[in-house]
């Protein structure tokens, strides 16, 4: 039987050119398979000297990175990635790559440690971040971390050997109850506000979809409105950008007792329905959140939510009138029935519900046999 080659082992030879070349085997794969790395010099003796430094360094963990701090490095991955993702996408990456910076910065990218992740990790749950945030900033370390390696800066990725976070309790996704949607359909401003609160709840189209449409994409009759691009914010700007995947393209039915609010918003000679400020330029989300914020504050008997729960509203409210869960997410542009199903919310009413008839019904059994 063949013995297993070991780590730094290999062949030297005199290349034609007078100079050596020798291939060892430096490792493993994961997969199984041998590592092979080629050192060169002018003498075999030189070629042996480099192979062992590598090795010595790659035990180490210290390899050309050793000198090099994190926040450099980063900048470098962020820059050479930047040209394989969307500016939306980018946009994001920059937000998280930030806080990666903040925390690890100034740190050499050798003296990260896989407990240092976790630290890193628990720090960002304590301060209330989002488990998907949490997802989010640990896939770009161990991003940043494979680069490393794969240029030889660093012989292993941390991020690989960092426990992963348990994922915490589910937020609970707020929605209006049929009582607060029918308060709100009644007694909302007749103005552009109301009109538009009335078709988010009517269509679950989002925030930046609404803020993104122009009178052309709004039928003349009010049944039906075209999706086909978005308020996106761009270093810090408002532009208009595509929607947020490919099947938000689409055209929402409008259901009859909100059209009149579709016509309403289609009468505009400005080039969006929502225009603030600049001339043809849409609206900030933020600044229509404030009005949003205020027309809810005026109807009595109704919570203050955001305006990305009428969203959520909607879907709950689908599902209670028996909708399928295809239609609901042919209508709500979602990508995935799975990202429905995410939505879908059970209304306390309805569990109430549930509990007065469960009571009722073996309350009178339990009556007959006593």
């Known amino acids: 039987m063949a013995k297993r080659r070991a780590n730094g082992e290999g062949s030297i030879r005199r290349r034609n050119n007078g100079r050596w070349e020798g291939q060892f085997m430096i490792g493993r794969k994961t997969d199984g398979r041998r590592e092979i790395r080629s050192f060169s010099g002018k003498t075999r003796k030189e070629v042996v000297e480099r192979k062992d430094e590598f090795l010595r360094k790659r035990k180490e963990g210290l390899l050309a990175g050793q ?17 394989n993702v969307k500016p939306t996408t980018l946009q994001g990456y920059s937000y998280t790559l930030r806080t990666l910076k903040a925390y690890f910065g100034m740190q050499k990218l050798a003296e990260i440690r896989p407990m240092d992740i976790e630290e890193f990790l628990k720090k960002l749950r304590t301060g209330g971040k989002s488990d998907s945030y949490l997802a989010q900033c640990r896939g770009m370390l161990h991003q940043i971390f494979n680069k490393a390696v794969a240029n030889d800066l660093l012989i292993k990725n941390p991020v690989a050997y960092a426990d992963k976070m348990r994922k915490g309790p589910p937020k609970r996704k707020e929605s209006f109850t049929p009582e607060e949607v029918q308060l709100l359909m009644e007694n909302l401003s007749e103005d552009k506000i109301g009109w538009s609160i009335r078709l988010m709840l009517a269509t679950g189209m989002r925030t930046q979809e609404l803020l993104g449409l122009e009178p052309r994409h ?31 393209y689409r055209t929402v039915p409008v259901p009859e007792l909100v059209r009149d609010c579709a016509r309403f918003l289609r009468e505009t000679d400005k080039k969006f329905v929502w225009e603030v400020g600049k001339q043809n330029m849409p609206c900030n989300p933020s600044h229509f959140a404030r009005q949003f914020k205020l027309a809810i504050e005026r109807v009595e008997g109704v919570r203050v939510l955001t305006p990305h729960c009428c969203r959520h509203t909607f879907v709950s409210m689908m599902q209670m009138l028996g909708v399928d869960i295809e239609t609901i997410q042919n209508i709500a542009g979602h990508a995935e029935v799975d990202m429905t199903l995410h939505y879908l919310h059970v209304q306390e009413p309805r569990r109430q519900e549930a509990a007065r008839k469960f009571s009722e019904a073996f309350s009178k059994k339990a009556g007959n046999s006593m």
Do not use: M, Y
């Not at 009759?221 to 086909?228: V, Y």
């Open 218 to 248: 709004i039928a003349e009759d009010g049944s039906a409105i075209t999706i086909e691009q978005a308020v996106v914010r761009i270093k810090g700007s408002i532009a208009i950008g595509t929607p947020k995947s490919h099947d938000s």
């Open 67 to 83: 000198e090099l701090r994190f926040d450099v490095w980063a900048d470098i991955w962020f820059r050479n990635h930047a040209d």
